[in-house]
Structures are given as C-alpha cells and as structure tokens.
C-alpha cells in the first residue's frame, strides 16, 4: 500500500521560514522525480519545486527564497521554505513519480502566511 506522509505544514508570519517534509512508501516502482504543488483557493493546483532524474526545477515565483532536496535512502523530499510571503499560502501537495506508474499525491498540507 503506497503511502506518502506529509508533515510540516503551519502558521507562519511573513519572512519567516517553514519546513515540509513527504515520507514514501510502499512504492514498488522506481521513483524518478519527486516534489511539491501547491493549490490556492479559487486556483489551480500549481508546480512548485520538484526534482526530476537528479535536477530540480523551480516555479520562478519561489526562486532564491525555496529549496527541495531529497533524502533518497528514506524515500523523503523536503521543502525548505524561507522569506514566505501570503500569496505562499496555499495547500502544499506531495508530488512521487515512478517509473511504469501514474505517480502518486500526498494528501496535502496547508501553509498559512499571515501576521
């Protein structure tokens, strides 16, 4: 059974940092890229950051202020987030790429950015 945990997610005030973390398991198939989406009210469910077959692709709207690096003996990708803005706020989703499947989602986490 496939999960994907995610953890992290909270109030934060603007400038400030956050950190999310997405636990893997269960995936049977080879996992070539893993990463976050997030999803504003009334918007799309959008790319953040992801890291696919060793690079990492970045949403230009996050450049210089969001970091994702992957723990692959854990099976774990983070989101290191610093200098968060509100428009940052959002629900923050768990994104697993395998290779032979469909990939997976996690359940979501929210960020809120707000004083």
């Known amino acids: 059974q496939v999960q994907l945990v995610e953890s992290g997610g909270g109030l934060v005030q603007p400038g400030g940092s956050l950190r999310l973390s997405c636990a893997a398991s269960?995936?049977?198939?080879?996992?070539?890229?893993m990463g976050w989406y997030r999803q504003a009210p009334g918007s799309e469910r959008e790319l953040v950051a992801i890291?696919?077959?060793?690079?990492?692709i970045y949403a230009d709207f996050v450049k210089g202020r969001f970091t994702v690096s992957i723990d692959s003996a854990k099976n774990t990708v983070y989101l290191q987030m610093n200098s968060v803005k509100p428009e940052d706020t959002a629900v923050y989703y768990c994104r697993v790429g395998a290779v032979g499947s469909l990939g997976f989602w996690g359940q979501g986490t929210q960020v809120t950015v707000s004083s």
């Open positions: 890291v696919s077959s060793g690079s990492s």
């Open positions: 269960g995936i049977r198939f080879r996992i070539n890229t």
